[in-house]
């Protein structure tokens, strides 16, 4: 499966952005789909994530902010980022792995090209 994240830009903080990721190929509804980002100077970190039968993970720091539906039909899934801070800032990533949702990066095998987000002011 192919990945193809977009929709990240710049936005003050309390605002909102949703992030979308398409896939491309066959049995997009069997696969965990996990967004996760990256700041500078720091690791890679599981922001969210949603198993084939759409159970959700979510890293404590965006817990009540941030949800992560996805659309099978269009073999899309998105991140809803509400109330943003600047702490948010970073290179957002989907990535998709078979069998259930992971917090561990390692555990996902396919990856798209990172999107942007930048909170400030």
């Known amino acids: 499966v192919q990945l193809q994240a977009s929709g990240g830009g710049l936005v003050q903080p309390g605002g909102s952005l949703r992030l979308s990721c398409v896939a491309s190929g066959s049995d997009f509804d069997y696969y965990a789909i996990g967004w996760f980002r990256q700041a500078p100077g720091k690791e890679r970190e599981m922001v969210s994530c949603?198993?084939?039968?759409?159970?959700?993970g979510y890293a404590d720091s965006v817990k009540g902010r941030f949800t992560i539906p996805r659309d099978d039909a269009r073999n899309t899934a998105y991140l809803q980022m509400d109330s943003l801070k600047p702490e948010d800032t970073g290179v957002y990533y989907c990535?998709?792995?078979?069998?259930?949702?992971?917090?561990?990066?390692?555990?996902?095998?396919?990856w798209g090209q990172g999107t942007l987000v930048t909170v400030s002011s």
């Open positions: 949603i198993s084939s039968s759409h159970s959700t």
């Open positions: 990535a998709a792995r078979g069998s259930g949702h992971q917090s561990d990066p390692n555990k996902y095998a396919y």
